[in-house]
């Protein structure tokens, strides 16, 4: 199951810089990369909301409403991400966008695990995972440069 998990992420992965780069085409036709990322989690939206039709999830409960605010933000942070993306690529290219947005989510997950926030399992910051995440900025760098 493990290798099932890894393809899955590496598939997801593989995901983004093609995202990157069909919502920055997107975004020449509509003219906005406001526009082209709404457009863009219209159709993601619609297409979960057919796919939860069809699964165990139903759909509108009442333990929702009795979710913490901070919850509902996702899609807020979601929409952030899509809309920086738009915007990055153009201007700096697919590889080093997807770096610094790996750079990011390397600094952000090792400091969500080492406190354990948002209900993550704390795994304490250490010298093997500091160097990691800095091998990670420093690879950034090399792509942004050459």
Known sequence: MAIFFMIFALLAGMALPTQFSVNSQLRTVVGSPI????ISFTVGAASLIIISFFTKGAFVKKE??????????GGLLGAFYVLATTILMPRIGVAA??????AGQVIVSIIIDHFGLIGATMHT????RLLGALLVIAGV???QKF
């Not at 526009?35 to 709404?38: E, G, M």
């Not at 929702?64 to 933000?73: D, G, K, R, V």
């Open 97 to 102: 966008t997807v770096g610094y947005v790996l």
């Open 64 to 73: 929702w409403l009795e979710a913490p605010w901070w919850m509902w933000t």
């Open 35 to 38: 526009t082209a990322s709404a």
């Open 141 to 143: 760098i090399v792509v």
């Open 125 to 128: 910051l250490n010298i093997p």
